[in-house]
């Protein structure tokens, strides 16, 4: 069997405004939920193809979410990338790059920050 990525996992502060943005927004699909001790998560992913995201949120309220400086990105493929980032600025959510179609290579590219701070990458690609 070949290897590939199953999921990221991430904490949230409010699992349910984070599934709201990853579904309404990004456009990923809410595929189950998991209730451990301590912890409320949710399982989204696409329709087809790529990993999975994993969102957790601590039932008592938990530390506040380090991002450090590891984590640089999360990349999400979209069919619309201005139409995703107008829906997300639009939503509440900071752009730190608007939608620019790149000439190096044949895709549309924007940032935005989910509601806990990621920074998610916008990308869609073009035929040429």
């Known amino acids: 069997m070949a290897t590939t990525v199953g999921q990221y996992c991430i904490y949230v502060s409010d699992i349910e405004r984070s599934i709201r943005f990853y579904t309404d927004i990004i456009g990923l699909k809410l595929q189950g939920r998991t209730e451990i001790d301590d912890v409320h998560e949710a399982h989204l992913a696409a329709d087809e193809g790529g990993g999975r995201i994993q969102l957790a949120e601590r039932y008592n309220g938990g530390r506040p979410i380090d991002h450090g400086v590891a984590l640089w990105k999360f990349y999400m493929r979209v069919d619309d990338c201005v139409a ?45």
């Open 84 to 128: 995703t980032h107008d829906k997300a600025v639009e939503d509440g959510s900071e752009s730190t790059m608007a939608p620019a179609r790149l000439e190096r290579w044949p895709v549309t590219v924007a940032f935005v920050n989910d509601p806990d701070g990621y920074n998610i990458e916008l990308i869609q690609y073009h035929d040429a």
